[in-house]
């Protein structure tokens, strides 16, 4: 099946078997590294349990394409697992094993990780703090991951030169604001994982106007009136490099077209006008962000996230719900305060209300987007929408996101 052929609105959603959270990890360019998966369900008896579940069913089952859109995943695993588990269900390409820095390994962990090295496995050690007993470990490990709320300036250089002389790379996790990670970076720090992703860097200067106009034009093509195909069609003409990249973006080899598309018109009609305001609206917004990994991959997740849950609430216009979860990084994209960056636009009140407070329909599904987020989707569910539900729609959510920002690449 074709690209084009999932996004249509009749075309049957993916249903996962395995419902995970994930987390990006980023290099200090802003590159995606590749997502920590957080197994979420129903609770296993025992971690070993727990780390086997995601595993084999996130990996083998659901796919590596599908968990983490092609980018490595890492995942969090016990000795146990890795004992017991011979040989992995995985092979070691674009798979980080985490283990934790916290107990003593045992010789037969020991074995078993040089074993997996030999193999080409990359280990990570999860939680150090310089625990002496993570010191054998140190040898077997490619990353190690800190936590940075934790840190003093002055331990930061003291353990970098060690872990330099080692040849391990540093992630610091637990980055919430951007200021946190540039301490982490001038340490020397490689990676950062955390809320930081998705909040707005302060902006010294303006804004530039570019930018600016690109919100603005993301707006206008959203609020075109739903099926007023000539209203859709000049909002997209407003910009004229626009067009050109919608077409080549629909011709794609992506989307296994039939027929080229000639026109911003034909497409609206033969694909629909919610597809191509969707559409036009992500590639507007892509070119704000200069990596266009992690922040727009949470931008369209949010969107369709959100739209899923408008659709099964039957909540009037669903297409709006999309927008205001793609908005829900505008600021972060913009590196300005939500209020300014939002401050000039044809934005309904229902809109603004839920991108400032979260108040409104719009604002509890950007709440509930963000809960699942974090894999709570217990914290959110409604009568009508059961937890284990909500994390189906958010895993179909990031699969629908992960296969459209291939395309746009």
């Not at 303006?206 to 707006?219: D, F, H, K, N």
Request: aromatic share 6%; with cysteine; charged share 20%.
């Amino acid at each position: 099946m074709g690209l084009a052929a999932e996004m249509t609105p009749d075309a049957p959603e993916p249903r996962p078997e395995v419902l995970f959270a994930r987390q990006p990890i980023i290099d200090s360019e802003g590159r995606l590294a590749g997502y920590e998966l957080f197994y979420r369900g129903e609770t296993p008896k025992n971690p070993h349990a727990a780390t086997s579940q995601i595993a084999v069913s996130a990996l083998s089952d659901l796919g590596l394409e599908v968990a983490t859109g092609g980018a490595p995943a890492f995942l969090n695993v016990t000795s146990e697992f890795l004992i017991e588990m011979d040989p992995l269900p995985f092979g070691p390409d674009r798979v980080v094993l985490e283990i934790s820095a916290e107990r003593t390994p045992t010789e037969e962990l020991l074995e078993r990780l040089g074993r997996l090295r030999e193999h080409g496995y990359q280990i990570a050690l999860d939680g150090y703090a310089a625990q002496p007993t993570a010191t054998a470990l140190i040898g077997f490990c490619s990353m190690v991951k800190m936590d940075a709320r934790s840190l003093t300036p002055m331990q930061m250089k003291t353990v970098m030169p060690f872990l330099q002389g080692k040849g391990v790379r540093p992630v610091a996790i637990g980055v919430e604001t951007h200021a946190l990670r540039d301490r982490c970076a001038e340490a020397g720090f490689e990676y950062f994982q955390g809320d930081f992703i998705c909040s707005p860097r302060e902006v010294i200067g303006t804004v530039p106007e570019s930018s600016l106009g690109a919100v603005r034009l993301a707006a206008a093509i959203t609020q075109a009136p739903e099926g007023d195909v000539n209203a859709l069609e000049k909002a997209i003409a407003l910009d004229p490099g626009l067009s050109v990249r919608l077409l080549r973006f629909v011709n794609s080899a992506a989307f296994s077209l039939r027929h080229q598309i000639r026109s911003v018109r034909q497409a609206i009609v033969l694909l629909g006008p919610r597809t191509v305001r969707q559409w036009a609206t992500m590639l507007v917004l892509s070119g704000l962000s200069d990596s266009k990994g992690p922040l727009l991959a949470t931008a369209l997740s949010r969107g369709r996230f959100c739209e899923i849950v408008a659709t099964k609430l039957r909540a009037d216009d669903p297409n709006s719900y999309f927008f205001a979860g793609m908005m829900s990084v505008v600021d972060a994209l913009l590196g300005m305060p939500m209020e300014q960056a939002i401050s000039d636009l044809p934005l309904a009140d229902d809109v603004i209300a839920a991108l400032l407070s979260r108040e409104g329909g719009k604002g509890r599904t950007l709440v509930m987007a963000e809960a699942c987020e974090r894999g709570a989707w217990d914290e959110v569910e409604l009568p009508d929408l059961p937890a284990a539900e909500l994390a189906v729609m958010h895993v179909e959510a990031l699969a629908w996101a992960d296969a459209n920002l291939r395309g746009m690449i």
